[in-house]
């Protein structure tokens, strides 16, 4: 069965207007400086918490406040912006329906928190388009641990050679390769601010058009 999994943030969708959004209320109700969003765009990939941990090492003055008390009122911001301000990239929608159409598994396996991704999800009306969404708590390991897109792969039928990941990270090609599947990149994602060149994907696409011909050859 073939299988086309997706990481979310950056390839899917430009989430980071909202998740800057929650970040700089969340420094401003503790008094601390704002984050700009091209810094957040450098820090999404690892999940949440990771990116807070890097706004409030960068703009809280080394400011001393329970760890906790920060990520509740996080929690609760980005809970309130998350699939306000996100947008589709490029002929996103689209392919989603025709690789759907044309009888293609598909995934979401994303560092994202399954309360934080099932928002965006219902916002944009996504959930139809997947067989299966895995995120950064769904099992006790993430990306780029191997083992998340081996259990997509053993859960909807496939194999790593009829499978296809397609991100915008070093942590997507990472975790791809660690799992012999075959891993296609967009340049128009985060990747901490680097060229996804440098992390050697086995293709650098435009945008996921290209999808369906993959699984024309296999």
Known sequence: MA????????TLLDTASEITQAVNLTLEEFGCRYVDES????????????????????????????WHKVMERFIVN????????SQFFPKVIETLEKVKS?????????NKETKFTDRILASHDLRK?????????????KKPHPGVIEH??????????HSLFVGDSEIDVATAKAAGVVCWAVPYGYNHGRSIVMADPDRVVPDISEVPNYFRGI
């Open 3 to 10: 299988l086309v999994m997706y990481d979310l943030d950056g």
């Open 39 to 66: 810094d957040v765009r450098r820090w999404i990939g690892h999940g949440t918490g990771w990116l807070m941990e890097q706004a409030w090492a960068a703009n809280s003055g080394g400011k001393v406040v329970p």
């Open 78 to 85: 980005y809970g309130n912006s998350a699939g306000t301000s």
């Open 102 to 110: 044309i009888g293609i598994k598909q995934a979401i396996v994303t």
């Open 129 to 141: 388009y997947f067989d299966m969404v895995i995120c950064g708590d769904t099992l006790p390991i």
């Open 152 to 161: 997509c792969i053993h859960m909807l039928g496939s194999s790593p050679g």
